[in-house]
């Protein structure tokens, strides 16, 4: 259940990146950068939390398999993909905004 959840991941992080990205005013290749970059960290964040789980399930019960499943799992990946949206959004709202454009004042 964990590898197809995961696989899952990372079928749809490029396409959804790719769905948020495409309307920001930046270069192409900063966007597949972004999403490369996302990732490389959700592929070395699920071998960690892999680690992680077998260390609590070897450990403890498995009675906290699914507390752990659904707290560490996809929501995690929510949280870590929208906050590296948000920085990137922050970091394109920075540059544009040095060019006088207003329309990037929501974005502080």
Avoid: C, Q
């Amino acid at each position: 259940m964990y590898f197809k959840t995961i696989i899952g991941i990372w079928i749809i992080i490029p396409n959804i990146l790719a769905l948020a990205l495409i309307p920001l005013p930046s270069k192409l290749l900063e966007k597949f950068l972004i999403i490369g970059s996302t990732l490389i960290y959700s592929m070395f964040f699920a071998l960690v939390r892999y680690v992680a789980f077998i260390y609590l399930l070897k450990n403890f019960s498995y009675i906290f398999m699914a507390l752990a499943f659904f707290l560490f799992g996809p929501f995690l990946d929510f949280v870590y993909i929208v906050s590296i949206y948000s920085l990137y959004l922050n970091h394109v709202g920075k540059i544009k905004k040095r060019k006088e454009l207003e329309i990037w004042n929501w974005s502080f």
